[in-house]
């Protein structure tokens, strides 16, 4: 059996010691009744497992790879500080390039992705319409050096948040163009899913289309995407022609710069929720809290697991498209043992999925565990509410 990418990371599997200190953190595994296949150490054993060949590939161990958030934190807290995480997704492209069964709901991920441009299912055609309301302030024809990437799940799930960034930059006097209907999905998915050759292939189109643009910046309000941008594809197609940003630490340096101001008070007390892939993957804890600082009258409070220790919002990993019901629950712990002693009006996130399956988490809390209801708003949107 070839199990390429698995085989490279032999002498990492085998250096699992069982020592259990990852399944503690795993907001799948306690999602799952502490279940051992759910989690982190278990799935090491099955992957361990293929690799000697006394466990065969089938949808029930497919399931257990891809029942994982991608989160992490078992990485952080590993001792001999194995990339639990990579591991699992190099399981991922064995198991495909296998051709074993995925989870059904990946199959209409991957087929949207190749017929849509975008993992949700929206037609080409919808992908701009968060542009309708602005009256030609996000241009696609505009000649500058940066260009806002909306993002899927932004241009799809959180129309409101590309609206807040184009009202920012214009109120920033920042000149910015868009690829308009004309953007693709970064491919992010398919690299989560295991589709590696796809995720290549894809990134390769989307590079030689921004380079079309001739900018020399990008900035994206998706961590999914900066993460794809910064990290994944130089790493699978080498270095690209442009700076990627993400729009806190682009809004971070407009308000150092004096280029944003606020015009009034905010008077609202809110959380800081770090997104797995900003956080703990890229390192961006920062940038996201010196603009809720500089914002006056918004206090903020922070969770007792944030920063590096911050639970995941339970949608990454492509988890939550393919077992909604996990992920949702994932958010809904969040919001119950985190959010809800703060006693805060508002979770401020900087992640569009985040904030789409935090607000899942807050409507759970309530109609279960009687939480007081919270508001969730991405960075962007906060910044432009308080610029008026």
Known sequence: ???????????????????????????????????????????????????????????????????????????????????VDNIVLAARRDLFSLGTPIPEGHLGVLSSLKSNGNPFGGLRSERNKWMESLGGLADTMSKTNLLYWVGCTTSYTAPNIASSMARILNKAGISFKTLGASEKCCGYPYLLIGDEESFKENAKEVVKQISMENVDTVVSSCPGCYRTFTELYPKYIGPLPFKTLHSSQFIDSLIRDGRIKFSKPMNLKVTYHDPCDLGRHVGIYDPPRNVILSIPGVNLVEMERSRADARCCGAGGALRLAFPEVSTNIATTRIKLDVAPLDVEAIVTACPTCVRNLKDGVTIAEAIYDVKKVDVFDIVELVNNAIG
């Open 1 to 83: 059996m070839s199990l390429p990418s698995l085989k490279k990371l032999r002498n990492d599997i085998y250096f699992c010691i069982r020592c259990g200190f990852c399944r503690f953190v795993c907001p799948v595994v306690s999602e799952k009744d502490m279940e051992e296949t759910a989690g982190p150490r278990g799935r090491m054993i099955l992957i361990r497992g293929l690799i000697t060949g006394d466990i065969k590939p089938s949808s029930r161990v497919s399931d257990k790879m891809y029942m994982c958030t991608g989160c992490a934190y078992c990485r952080l807290k590993c001792p001999p500080g194995l990339e």
